[in-house]
């Protein structure tokens, strides 16, 4: 967002904020017309796409963070301890949505690399 100008940086926050394109107008005190232009902007859409990958991220990292006392809740029913229906439900979602997060994160790593690994074997091959 360094390359925007402080009302464009509100207005991206008010849009992660709120669930209406006009509250976030009403909540960073943009008219809706400069919105819907910078909504058509390239740059603008950019940022936001990033602020939004962004807060995702910090959401899986918590799910990460989650994930084990969500074990440890699995294993206490394993272990025959009560657990609640609504404990094992919640429990096994974070696992499978921490596993997704880290999924993800592995499968950009690999991407990363196999650039790289096609970037040098091309300078090889010259």
Not at 59 to 80: E, F, P, Q, Y
Not at 90 to 97: G, H, N, P, S
Not at 99 to 107: E, F, M
Request: proline share 2%; aromatic share 4%.
């Amino acid at each position: 967002m360094a390359n925007l100008h402080s009302r464009q940086q509100r207005a991206i926050i008010a849009l992660l904020k709120c669930r209406t394109v006009a509250s976030a107008c009403k909540q960073s005190n943009v008219p809706r017309r400069t919105m819907e232009n910078w909504l058509r902007d390239s740059d603008f859409l950019k940022a936001l796409r990033e602020a939004r990958q962004k807060m995702f991220n910090i959401a899986l990292g918590r799910l990460c963070l989650a994930a084990n006392r969500a074990a440890s809740i699995l294993i206490d029913g394993v272990k025959g301890k009560p657990i609640t229906h609504m404990q094992r439900l919640c429990a096994r979602d974070i696992l499978v949505f921490a596993q997704g997060g880290i999924t993800d994160d592995i499968l950009a790593r690999m991407d990363e690399f196999e650039n790289r690994m096609k970037a040098f074997a091309e300078g090889i091959g010259e």
